[in-house]
């Protein structure tokens, strides 16, 4: 195996490790795809599977970082410039995430029943808990503007390296899109969750798509050429 297939295979595999991870650490921590007071009663009531979601949402953003690492090293010839900017947006995303990981925590802390906690009222706690788990839920989603740009550097280097099909770049391209309409709607249209759906669509094809390919079939067996300016 060449170094750009073993490069391409490794940011598939950690690409799918990310994907992995995150279903499971949602199933175990229901913090991303329920309401909050649903997160705070979970949290209650299952507290160890919480926790274990909370590690394992941790390790699927590190997951995350690693692939769009590879990603760069392996797109990179395409035009330096243009994957670096896709890795520092990757980046901040991350950097944004793992912010709202704190409030998350927060609210296991205030739920926890420790001493230091009985100055307040139990419904108090829980009202505060509630509060941190919608911070959590709301950084989350300002974390998909990072996360919706990265896709179109990535989709454009990903359509011109001709070592991967164009299809997966304009794939990648219109889940960037559907990222950003998932954003506002969310916050613009908070009562019109159908409009992000099939955006939810498009993204989970096209990231599936791309690491699939990358762990299956690999790249062409070429050297990317650089672009101009990049020699």
């Known amino acids: 195996m060449n170094s750009i297939n073993k490069t391409a295979r490794i940011a598939g595999i950690l690409y799918f490790m990310y994907i992995v991870t995150s279903i499971i650490g949602n199933e175990f921590g229901r913090f991303v795809s329920v309401d909050a007071p649903v997160t705070v009663n979970h949290i209650m009531a299952h507290e160890s599977l919480f926790r274990i979601g909370f590690v394992i949402s941790l390790f699927s953003v590190v997951f995350f970082l690693m692939a769009a690492w590879y990603l760069y090293v392996l797109l990179k010839p395409v035009d330096k410039n243009i994957a670096l900017l896709f890795l520092l947006l ?27 906690l009985k100055v307040f009222q139990p419904d108090q706690l829980q009202a505060l808990a509630i509060l941190f788990v919608y911070l959590y839920k709301n ?91 990049q020699k």
């Open 139 to 229: 950084g989350y989603i300002v974390a998909q503007i990072p996360y919706g740009f990265w896709l179109f550097p990535l989709g454009y280097l990903v359509f011109k390296s001709g070592f991967l099909p164009k299809i997966l770049g304009i794939l990648l391209i219109a889940d960037g899109f559907g990222l950003l309409i998932y954003v506002f709607q969310r916050f613009l249209l908070p009562g019109y969750e159908v409009i992000s759906y099939p955006c939810m669509v498009v993204s989970f094809i096209a990231e599936l798509s791309l690491t699939l390919w990358l762990l299956i079939k690999g790249v062409k067996d070429q050297k990317p050429t650089l672009a101009d300016g």
């Open 90 to 116: 990757n980046l901040g995303g991350f950097a944004i995430w793992c912010f709202g990981m704190l409030y998350l925590f927060a609210s296991l802390l205030l739920l926890s029943g420790a001493d230091y």
